[in-house]
Structure formats: C-alpha cells, structure tokens
C-alpha cells in the first residue's frame, strides 16, 4: 500500500464555490468533458515535475472514461508558461474547446515540492478547484493522482480511484510470477521471484498484504506477503489444494481446498488453522469465494447442479442458491461490487468467456463484452470500474479496466507472455 505522506491544504478562492456540483453533473452526463491539461509552470531547482504531473493526470483522466483530454500538440499557449490563474488567456483556450483547464505551477527545493493546481472552467472563465500539495519529489505522481480525483469528483460528484494499486500474475516462460502496478498501467514491479505458479492472489483490507496461491514447493499452498517488503509467509503445508482465497476481515480467508474428488469451502484463520467447513462433503466443486462487503454472505462457482454456476449463501454456510441466469452452462469467476448490489462474473457466451454484471439476487443481467475472451473481473473500490484479463486487443491476454456499464475499455498491460488474475487494491490511506 502506497502511503501519501504528502502535506495537503486547499488554497481558498471565492470562485471556488460560485458553481454548484449540481450543475456540473449533470451537464457532464452521458458525453466526455473536453479537458486540457498543459504542462505546468517549472518554479524549482528541477523541471520534471512540472512535465510529470500533468502527464499522469491526462493519463488519469482518460482512463476515467467521463473526458476527452485534448492533445497537447493542439495547445496555443506556449508549455510551462507561467503567471497567475486568473491572467490566463481564455480566448486561446476556447478556440481549441475544452470545458476544462488545468493550471498550476511546481517547486523543486532540495528532494521537497510543491505543487499549487487548480482547475479554471473555461467558458465562465473562473477558478473552479485549487489545492496546494507538498511532498518528497518521489510523490510527484501520487499529488497527479490527487488532483485527477479532485476533478473527477468536481464534475461527477464522486472522488476518482487513481493512485490505487493492481496485482496479477504475470507469465515468463513457462512460469507465473507476481506484479503490481498503478491502475493506469504504470510503475509495474515484479513482486515474486519464485520460478513456479504464482497465482490467485487476493488484497487484504488494509492494502499491505496479499495472500495467493504458490507451486514453489510443487503443491498449490497458500502464502501471505507484505507487498512494501515482498516477504511471504507460508500459510499451508499440506498435501491438499488450497487456490482461491479472500481476505474475511484481517485475520481469516474465504479458501476453497480441495480433497481428492471433493473441492470445498472453508474459513480459514491467517496461521492455516481450519476454523469452519461451509459445504459439505458432496463430491461437488465448489471453489472461488469471495465475501460480501458487510461479510455476512459470499458468492461462489459450484457444480453441484450440473455447468458450474455462481452460487450465494450465508457466511456460515446456510441457504445457498444459485444467482446467475444467463443463457450459459458455464459461468464462473465470481466479484462482489465495494456496494454490495452487484456482481460480476464470467460465462461462456459468444464463442468465448465474456463478463456480466448483474444484481445479487440474479436480476438485471448485462453482457458487458462480446469480442475477444474477458476473464478474472475485480470491481474497483469505488465501484464504478472492473478490471479484468483480456484478449481483446490481440497479442495474448492483457490487463484491462473498464467502467462497470461496459464503455470505455482500456488496455493497461502489455506484457508478452500474458497477465491474469488482476485484484484491485483498496484506496491509500
């Protein structure tokens, strides 16, 4: 988990609050916002600040999937120019048409900066958000992320989830290795070396642990790491499948474990300790758990009935009922949305696996893909967003986001063997 140690303040301006949130909302519904975002004002000892801010926050903002960030060769004014907000040349800026303008200047002292940003709407002419952030120069993406949040949350009422983290496995050869990276695709870092499978992982609620499935010792065990150390502890030492499992709180799993013919539930303490069976022993394949937000249910993928389907119940095991309905014996690969009134998951439908959304009960069922083969969902932590393994965009499976209506695709891996299995991290403290 990132930690933003980053001193932020909100610079006062009276035209902050001269729109309401309102307004903007509803006319930024349904189309994407022209925006421009040029580089920024360089006031420091070191320029690249004021090149990288702004470069990750047109990054941001396009994958957001609510703008259009105008393309910098199309800008008037001069990069880097600097002067006060409200001496900006706004007849330039409405001659290319964005909405939105993003103004701001950067100080570089030593391994300290300082970013004053703020976000003028062009046709009133006015400064609509300003903040100050300062922090070491390695924080210069994470006050981006800030900010891009910031105007997300200006247009559409709601904060954004840039500067959050993604884990997959990666593959090299013929073995699966961990990575982590930013959610636009960025500061990928390989978190296992283990020359094996390394799979399935998971996030714990705090962002600084991972539990995932390794073939190091050539039997699927369960292992816990700490993502800032990349030290992992060993959960399970059986002959037995342990694959799949999810964080219950801080100090359980959700596990699926499998016993010759028979493939199970069980909640699992951190240590390994076997605290409750929730299926029985029915010769059945009941794998990929996954807890409701308030841990009082979870989903699954069972075959008990024939094709395996996704399957809810309560925590302890009571009441289980199948919930996906679509025209499809094969769905799998279950995700509970951070509201709790959806689900996303995989069936088998148009030639390939696809994703569907649908409510906790089964109704509402949408098919958000039907090109390519879409697989391994994990909703974002606002809810607004899935992140999931595709091929799609040819050449091998990818990690993708896309808003949970199923617009805006975006491919945010590019790697040459192929990612799976993407989990989206909580937001940074």
């Known amino acids: 988990m990132k930690k933003f140690l980053a001193l932020v303040a909100v610079i006062l301006v009276s035209a902050v609050d001269a729109v309401a949130q309102t307004d903007l909302y509803v006319r930024g519904a349904g189309r994407l916002i022209p925006i421009a975002v040029p580089q920024l004002c360089n006031q420091g000892e070191q320029g690249e600040p004021a090149v990288e801010i702004p470069g990750v926050m047109r990054r941001d903002l396009d994958i957001s999937g609510f703008f259009e960030v105008l393309d910098p060769k199309g800008y008037i004014e001069s990069a880097g120019k600097c002067g006060a907000p409200e001496t900006t040349a ?57 900010f891009a949040n910031d105007i997300l949350k200006y247009y559409t009422g709601y904060p954004g989830v840039f500067g959050t983290e993604i884990a997959f496995s990666s593959r090299i050869g013929r073995f699966k290795e961990l990575f982590v990276m930013d959610m636009d695709g960025s500061n990928a870092r390989q ?90 022993p029915n010769r059945a394949i009941d794998v990929s758990p996954v807890p409701s937000p308030d841990g009082r249910e979870l989903i ?6 024939g094709g395996p389907q996704i399957y809810k119940m309560g925590i302890d095991g009571s009441n289980p009922r199948r919930i996906s309905f679509v025209n499809s014996n094969y769905c799998t690969s279950p995700a509970w949305a951070p509201s709790g009134d959806k689900i996303a ?31 391994d969902p994990d909703f974002s932590p606002d809810g607004r967003y899935l992140t999931f393994s595709s091929s799609y ?23 040459r063997g192929g990612d799976f299995e993407p989990t989206w991290g909580p937001l940074p403290e």
């Not at 965009?393 to 790697?415: H, V």
Request: hydrophobic share 35%; with cysteine.
């Open 393 to 415: 965009f040819g050449g091998g499976y990818n990690i993708a986001i896309m808003r949970t209506d199923g617009t805006s695709i975006k491919q945010i891996s590019k790697a």
């Open 345 to 375: 998951f995989v069936c088998r439908a148009d030639g390939n696996f696809q994703m569907f959304v649908s409510d906790v009960n089964g109704d509402n069922v949408l098919q958000l893909t039907s090109s390519g083969s879409n697989e």
């Open 90 to 146: 706004f007849s330039d800026w409405s001659a290319i048409g964005p909405e939105g303008l993003v103004k701001g200047k950067v100080s570089v002292s030593g391994s300290r900066v300082t970013a004053q940003l703020y976000l003028l709407d062009v046709q009133k002419q006015q400064i609509v958000l300003a903040k100050e952030y300062q922090g070491d120069v390695a924080q210069a993406r994470m006050i981006a992320h800030r």
């Open 300 to 305: 699954f993928c069972s075959n008990r009935g």
């Open 191 to 280: 978190l296992t070396n283990e020359r094996a499978l390394a799979m399935s992982a998971s996030w714990d609620p705090s962002g600084s642990r991972l539990v995932y499935t390794s073939f190091r010792n050539r039997t699927p065990d369960l292992f816990l790491m700490n993502v800032a150390s990349k030290s992992a502890k060993q959960i399970t030492r059986t002959t037995e499948l342990e694959i799949g499992a999810h964080f219950l709180g801080n100090d359980r799993l959700l596990v699926s474990r499998t016993e010759g013919s028979d493939s199970d539930i069980v909640i699992m303490s951190t240590d390994g300790t076997i605290e409750r069976r929730l299926t029985p």
